[in-house]
């Protein structure tokens, strides 16, 4: 069974620091997905990476970068200079790398605060 | 670029009723997803379709059915209502690169 473990229930940093939201998986499977979410209080979920377990390199998109550690199955993500639009809350996701059910297993969120 | 649609966004029904959601997926994806997300929970897998048969199936209630149809949408229908079914309902679809996500049906039974 697949399971995604998201130990901050809540963290709140004060605008332009840093912020590292953990999240560490656990899955039989060798060949899988690792998605990150962001749900603003508007409710939707919003798009933010997907990595396949091959591929191991860290990822940089502007203020944001995903740290992928294979070894410890953990899929860090952290934001850079944290902007009161950050508020959210982050979910951490794992799917298997099976073509036409990409059914996601979410872990329990951790809600971001930026303080201004 | 088109999105995934869901209709309606907002729902309200009483106990005992039922509530039909619908959900377009994007064009030319080929797998649509159902999530149910409960007040302060993540989102919870309900079921899935691939190529219009079902493809897999988690915690979804039997008072719950839904498929999806020969233009690709999708619906949810929710039978008998309870006051433990008020949620917010994602559909999504994907294609090889990622799952998409639609704005989500907020449903509240009274």
């Known amino acids: 069974a697949q399971k995604v473990t998201q130990a901050q229930t809540e963290i709140s940093v004060v605008e332009k620091e840093d912020v590292t939201l953990d999240c560490v998986y656990e899955t039989r499977d060798t060949t899988y997905y690792l998605f990150w979410y962001k749900q603003p209080p508007s409710g939707e979920l919003v798009f933010l990476i997907r990595?396949?377990?091959?591929?191991?390199q860290n990822e940089i998109s502007g203020r944001y970068s995903w740290n992928f550690q294979k070894s410890t199955s953990s899929f860090n993500f952290t934001i850079t200079a944290s902007q009161v639009v950050d508020s959210a809350v982050y979910f951490c996701a794992l799917s298997e790398l099976n073509f036409g059910n990409e059914k996601l297993t979410f872990g329990t969120g951790t809600r971001l605060t930026i303080i201004p | 670029a088109a999105g995934v649609i869901q209709s309606p966004r907002h729902l309200i029904k009483e106990k005992r009723e039922t509530a039909t959601l619908k959900c377009y997926p994007i064009p030319r994806h080929d797998t649509v997803y159902w999530y149910q997300q409960g007040p302060g929970q993540d989102p919870q897998f309900l079921i899935s379709?691939?190529?219009?048969?079902?493809?897999d199936k988690g915690s979804i209630p039997d008072r719950f059915s839904a498929q999806q149809f020969s233009d690709y949408h999708s619906e949810l229908n929710m039978s008998s209502l309870e006051l433990g079914d008020s949620a917010l309902y994602f559909c999504?679809?994907?294609?090889?690169?990622?799952?998409?996500f639609g704005a989500g049906t907020r449903l509240s039974v009274l």
């Open positions: 379709f691939y190529e219009k048969m079902q493809s």
């Open positions: 999504a679809s994907s294609s090889r690169d990622r799952v998409y």
């Open positions: 990595r396949n377990s091959f591929d191991e």
